[in-house]
Nanobody
């Protein structure tokens, strides 16, 4: 059973960089694809980007200029960095595993609230 857990600061100031880490257990990030998704208050889910088993990265066109996803295979973690944040980046952030056979997100972390405020 794959398990994912997000971690990082819950409060970020405007113009700063949001950094989150997803720790994966029960599966290796050397396999499959691993995504970041967010849900702003009162809005739907937004896929932000993913990193593949080879380290290749894929980003939402709307966030590509501000987003970076990386990984540490020694700790089985992958990270999200979102630069130049504004209050509009306030959301619950999730990490998830992608199943590229069914094109679904089949395992999710519980999510972590990030608020952008001064």
């Amino acid at each position: 059973q794959v398990q994912l857990q997000e971690s990082g600061p819950g409060l970020v100031k405007p113009s700063q960089t949001l950094s989150l880490t997803c720790t994966v257990s029960g599966g290796s990030i050397n396999y499959y694809y691993w995504s970041w998704i967010r849900q702003p208050p009162g809005k739907g889910l937004e896929w932000m980007g993913a990193i593949g088993y080879s380290g290749s990265t894929y980003y939402s066109p709307s966030l590509k200029s501000r987003t970076s996803i990386s990984r540490d295979t020694s700790t089985n973690q992958f990270t999200l960095q979102l630069t130049s944040v504004t209050p509009e980046d306030t959301a619950v952030y999730y990490c998830a595993k992608e199943d590229r056979v069914t094109w679904t997100l089949d395992y999710w972390g519980q999510g972590t609230q990030v608020t952008v405020s001064s």
